[in-house]
């Protein structure tokens, strides 16, 4: 399509300059459009859009059934929590031992000093020793298990959450969304339809701000530059309208009319392509002629 419409431009382009006509250049109407898909599975739930509805930007205007969806995240903040309840205490756990030991090292220093003044022997004083040293090690044994375990139930918990956030995130693009805004000029799915992931939903398209896509020679590269403002004449069947364009994008790239065989002659006809934003009045549509004149 790109090729026959580049060769129509190309044929007027030339004629228009054998014939000595008044515009320099031609072309037909763009604009930007954007088809929006299923991004899930399931049956559309509702789907509030009609071919000629103005749109706006992230409006929502469907909803994908995701009851199976919230189920699954019920079920696994269900294991969650179940998880946090596993998760111990350390400092509650380890109340007992951690007064025994501070029971111990009262009577280890008090039979420090008694062996100081000699009231009490050596062997009474290893014993507190060893009792001390024995309470300190079970208290780091288990105070290692119940890190281990609470380390393993954050583990357990944490892959939970990340499955949560895929549900969340499989919850937000359940919603159909327009990305971004402008006119629906096409839809491909009905209200109660079940859609998979990627199948089209409806075609959208800004035509406030309408783009001109025009060819022009060699010649004439050197008479336009960027953001440069040119007159455009709109064809409505006996009649023409003018706007007003901006120049917003030329091509650094020449196209020339395809063919098998190439010659030196055909450098005649290498184009460059040209947008011009045009400010669409309502008038506008995809797919009309118009003539440009700088």
Do not use: H
């Not at 469907?62 to 998760?87: A, H, M, P, W």
């Not at 009577?107 to 300190?136: F, H, I, S």
Request: proline residues 1%.
């Amino acid at each position: 399509m790109k090729q026959i419409l580049l060769v129509m431009v190309t044929g007027l382009l030339l004629a228009g300059c054998k014939n000595g006509n008044k515009y320099d250049a031609s072309g037909v109407f763009e604009a930007s459009e954007v088809i929006v898909s299923s991004e899930g599975n399931g049956k559309i739930l509702f789907l509030n859009v009609e071919e000629g509805q103005r749109l706006d930007s992230n409006q929502q205007v469907g909803q994908i059934d995701t009851v199976q969806l919230f189920l699954r995240k019920e079920q696994l903040l269900y294991s969650s929590k179940s998880l946090q309840n596993r998760k111990q205490d350390i400092n509650t756990q380890m109340a007992a031992l951690t007064e025994q030991l501070a029971t111990a090292r009262k009577e280890q220093a008090r039979l420090m000093r008694l062996l100081a003044n000699d009231a009490a022997t050596k062997k009474q004083l290893d014993d507190a020793n060893a009792q001390v040293a024995v309470l300190e090690k079970q208290i780091a044994a288990q105070t290692s298990v119940l890190e281990k375990t609470n380390d393993a139930v954050g583990a357990d918990n944490s892959s939970l959450e990340v499955q949560i956030a895929q549900i969340d995130d499989q919850l937000a693009k359940s919603r159909i969304v327009s990305q971004i805004a402008g006119t629906v000029i096409a839809k491909y799915t009905q209200q109660g339809e079940v859609t998979v992931a990627g199948k089209p939903i409806f075609k959208i398209a800004d035509l406030e701000n309408m783009i001109l896509r025009i060819y022009i020679t060699s010649e004439q590269l050197t008479q336009l530059k960027l953001e440069q403002e040119i007159s455009i004449f709109a064809d409505f069947g006996k009649g023409r309208k003018q706007y007003n364009g901006t120049i917003c994008w030329i091509s650094s790239q020449a196209e020339f009319t395809p063919k098998s065989i190439q010659v030196k002659n055909d450098r005649d006809n290498l184009v460059y392509a040209v947008k011009v934003a045009v400010k669409n009045d309502g008038y506008l549509k995809i797919g009309m002629y118009a003539e440009v004149k700088w």
